[in-house]
């Protein structure tokens, strides 16, 4: 379980006093300014273009907070990118780029059990969270030390020219020093480390999680969904244990509790064919398949990871709605082809052709391991039935994010 933002200022605290202190005199900080300025500098990190190569690239290129953290940037086509482009302006990555919003919610990585509500399932037992979409990075402080390094992200050559970089800013140098000690710089692994830390301090912070949807306020009766809406019939499918499956993998509280996130993390494959557009455009290799979490290193002592191709772990459906395409790779531009896609599974479903091809859906990436417990869970959807959906899905979107939902929002009675 993640440490709260207040037990991370009291960590550091802790580790001021027995090394010492900073030069701003932290032994006697309150661990609530030590809380905000930890967030702050991690903000600051999060905006930094110069902790890339080329000096063009931060988190929040690919992340940005006026399009619910992700990447905006469009490809030739006029469509919003399946994958990012790198620091070099170049290079493209196989995976599509999911919101950093809620990511502090995101359990770290590991092998259990919990429960699941609204489904006939059983518990789900096997692996659950961690950062990205294969779960390779345990916490918070792993994702937010990946990237910088990653070279077809901001690629920087290693550890040491990024503390380079962040000492060159001497706001930063001032900050590392009474948050972290007079010494953090005699260390590039604990300088790095330093660095992580901030950044996942901000990611934890209240901006990045802040739970004011139409959903939300209903929840806090501040909001009703009319009751002869689209969204109203929506919800009532999404949360339905005959109709749909959604709950099994997307409802991690019970029913009327705050704080959901619309993902219970467990991993899953549902047959997502390959982006074959992205893999042109990203040069990968013939023959290549992303096997998701088989190939982290995490799961590699076990003596058999075939079981684990093609899984990969389940999203926050929070924002959804502004934030196409779909799927670990960006596949999928809408949410009505989603929902297709899935009722596709169903006994008698119409929903053979994927609306944005016009021909049959494409053979899965990794065509073992497939969930269809799970997915064939519930009864075909009406046309009905799936524009309820989308608007329900719609009211997940958080308020400052709204006026980005598409124009066909208008119609769900929200």
């Not at 599509?96 to 259990?112: M, R, V």
């Not at 950062?131 to 910088?148: K, N, V």
């Not at 001032?174 to 330093?194: C, K, M, P, R």
Request: hydrophobic share 35%; aromatic share 10%; glycine share 10%.
């Amino acid at each position: 379980m993640k440490l709260s933002l207040l037990a991370v200022t009291v960590f550091l605290s802790a580790g001021l006093t027995a090394c010492g202190g900073g030069s701003g005199g932290s032994d006697s900080a309150s661990a609530s300014d030590l809380e905000s300025k930890t967030i702050d500098l991690g903000e600051s990190l999060f905006h930094d273009t110069n902790l890339s190569l080329d000096r063009t690239q931060s988190c929040a290129t690919c992340h940005d907070p006026d399009h619910a953290f992700t990447d905006p940037s469009t490809n030739d086509g006029g469509n919003v990118r399946a994958a990012s482009l790198g620091d070099d302006g170049v290079s493209l990555g196989d995976r599509n780029t999911p919101t950093a919003l809620y990511s502090a919610s995101i359990p770290e990585f590991s092998f259990g059990t919990h429960r699941r509500f609204n489904s006939p399932q059983a518990d789900y037992v096997g692996y659950i969270g961690g950062q990205f979409w294969d779960g390779r990075a345990t916490t918070l402080e792993d994702q937010a030390g990946g990237p910088p390094l990653n070279p077809v992200e901001m690629n920087m050559p290693d550890k040491a020219t990024v503390v380079a970089r962040l000492r060159e800013n001497t706001g930063y140098e001032e900050a590392f020093t009474e948050l972290y000690g007079t010494n953090i710089f005699d260390d590039v692994d604990a300088a790095y480390s330093a660095m992580t830390q901030a950044i996942a301090a901000f990611e934890r912070s209240p901006v990045m999680s802040p739970f004011n949807s139409k959903y939300d306020k209903f929840i806090r009766g501040e909001y009703q969904y009319s009751p002869v809406s689209k969204a109203a019939l929506g919800k009532a499918r999404f949360f339905s244990q005959q109709f749909t499956n959604c709950a099994t993998c997307h409802q991690l509280r019970p029913n009327g509790n705050s704080g959901e996130t619309f993902s219970n993390y467990e991993f899953h494959n549902i047959g997502v064919p390959v982006n074959t557009e992205l893999r042109t455009a990203n040069g990968s290799e013939d023959g290549f398949t992303d096997t998701g979490l088989a190939a982290i290193d995490a799961v590699s002592d076990e003596t058999d990871t075939s079981g684990l191709e093609g899984k990969f772990r389940v999203p926050t459906l929070r924002n959804v709605g502004v934030t196409a395409p779909y799927m670990h790779n960006g596949v999928f531009q809408s949410l009505d082809t989603v929902i297709r896609f899935y009722d596709r599974h169903l006994t008698n479903s119409t929903n053979g052709i994927n609306p944005e091809t016009g021909i049959a859906w494409a053979a899965p990436e990794v065509g073992e391991n497939i969930s269809f417990t799970e997915l064939r869970q519930g009864t075909a959807l009406s046309e009905n039935d799936i524009e309820g959906l989308v608007c329900f899905l719609y009211s997940l979107t958080d308020e400052q994010y709204e006026h980005l939902l598409p124009e066909d929002a208008a119609e769900c009675g929200l």
